[in-house]
Each structure stands twice: as C-alpha cells, then as structure tokens.
C-alpha cells in the first residue's frame, strides 16, 4: 500500500506547507511538510524541496506499515494506512514501534480499540519546566486522526 492522494492531503492540512524554518509546538526546528531531520533556524526551502522531503519521511512508513500489514490477520483498510501514515509522520517510528497501538494492531484487536490510542499521543515536554504537558494542537490532530481510522475521509 501507499499513502493515498487523499490522505496525502490531509497531512498537508495538518501541518501546513511552510518554507521557512520554524519551532513546532515542541520547541522543534521543523520545514516544508513537518520535516525535522537537520533543519536550523533562518531555513528557506523551495515547494518542490519540501514535497520532496515529504517523500523522503513518508517512503519508511509506507514500508514498515506495509510489513506490519503482511504479518497481520485483518489487512489495512486505505483509510486506516492513511491514518496510521499520519499519526506516524508526527510521534514517529521509533515511538510507534513501541507502541501500544502497534501491539493492539498485531493482537487483532477492533478498530474501536486501536484508534483509542491516538489521542493518548497529546503529550509535549514543556520547554521551560521539564515536564510533558498536554498540547492541544496535537490531540486535536491524533482526534482528526482517529476518526479518519474509523471512518474514512
């Protein structure tokens, strides 16, 4: 499976298109499409740049989702990848791998019960105090998230 064109808009919405460097809500230098790997302030890329980044992230999660998906009972429905695509593109793979949304996937466990971990995925460290805070902007996304596991587009 790929990304779909549809869920390949939906995270452009989700992260905006921006081609400037700019901290995310974690305090993260990020670019383009929500790519972090070696951005530094005052970055300035051009719209090609960026879709091709998005590529780049995107292409890991494709083919891990894709493993997971081959070793699974209940196949991926296209608007699960998606989601999954998704939500992966923003906690990333190393968290996802360890995940209890990974474990209930390979467990066979209902839709219902695996897109109840998305919105636990609302957490951010405060910057200034150390502490993992909650950060609306990302709940609102792995909300969004779920519901397009459920349901659709």
């Not at 972090?36 to 970055?43: A, K, S």
């Not at 209940?74 to 695509?85: C, G």
């Not at 793979?93 to 897109?115: H, M, V």
């Amino acid at each position: 499976m790929t990304l779909s064109d549809i869920g390949r808009e939906l995270i452009i919405k989700r992260e905006a298109l921006r081609l400037k460097s700019y901290l995310d809500s974690a305090g993260v230098w990020t670019i383009g499409i929500g790519h972090t790997l070696g951005v530094r302030e005052n970055m300035s890329i051009t719209k090609e740049q960026a879709y091709e980044l998005f590529r780049q992230d995107i292409e890991p999660v494709e083919d891990y989702l894709n493993y997971v998906n081959a070793n699974i009972k209940r196949k991926f429905k296209q608007h699960e990848f998606d989601a999954l695509v998704s939500f992966i593109h923003q906690i990333g793979l190393t968290y996802f791998a360890k995940s209890t949304c990974l474990r209930k996937i390979r467990e066979g466990c209902t839709p219902e019960e695996i897109a109840k971990e998305f919105p636990r995925w609302c957490y951010i460290t405060d910057r200034k105090t150390g502490k993992k805070v909650i950060c609306d902007a990302v709940k609102n996304r792995h909300i969004d998230e779920k519901v397009q596991y459920l349901t659709g587009y």
